[in-house]
C-alpha cells in the first residue's frame, strides 16, 4: 500500500527539514580569545587603541575571535569551566569551553603579539 502524495510530500518535506537543520547546527566550539575589561580601565584603552582595529583582521584574530567579557557584569554561563579574575585586561585562549592559556595585563603591542602567538601555539591543531 504506497502513500499518497500529500503524504509523500508531507514525508518529503520533513526529511528535507531535518537535513537543513543538520548542516545549520552549531559546529563544535572553535578557540575564543576572551578579554576581560571593565568601564575606566587604562590598559584595557590602551589595547583597544594598539591592536584591537586590527586584531580580526590578523591570522590570529582569524584563529580565536575576539570575545569581550565586562568583568563588573555577571559571569557568562558558557564560561563557567573558565576561572574568573578581576584583574583587567586578561586575555584567555578558550577552546570547546576550556581554557588553555592566560595573560593577565597588557605588556604594550610589542609583547603582546609574541606572546599570544605562543598561547594560541597550545590550541589542538586543525584537520585540513
Not at 28 to 38: D, F, K, V
Not at 99 to 109: D, K, M, N, T, V
Request: charged share 20%.
Amino acid at each position: 500500500m504506497g502513500l499518497t502524495k500529500p503524504l509523500q510530500f508531507l514525508f518529503l518535506s520533513l526529511a528535507l527539514g531535518l537535513a537543513a537543520a543538520s548542516l545549520a547546527a552549531p559546529r563544535a566550539m572553535a578557540a575564543e580569545l576572551i578579554m576581560l575589561e571593565r568601564p575606566g580601565c587604562a590598559w584595557c584603552l590602551r589595547w583597544n587603541q594598539e591592536v584591537a582595529p586590527e586584531y580580526a583582521k590578523t591570522a590570529e584574530g582569524r584563529q580565536a575571535p575576539l570575545r569581550r567579557v565586562d568583568v563588573t557584569q555577571p559571569w557568562p554561563a558558557d564560561l563557567a569551566d573558565v576561572a574568573t579574575d578581576r584583574y583587567t585586561p586578561t586575555f584567555i585562549v578558550v577552546e570547546n569551553g576550556r581554557e588553555i592559556a592566560r595573560l593577565r595585563g597588557y605588556p604594550g603591542e610589542d609583547f603582546f603579539w609574541p606572546l599570544l602567538a605562543e598561547m594560541l601555539t597550545k590550541l589542538a591543531p586543525q584537520d585540513g
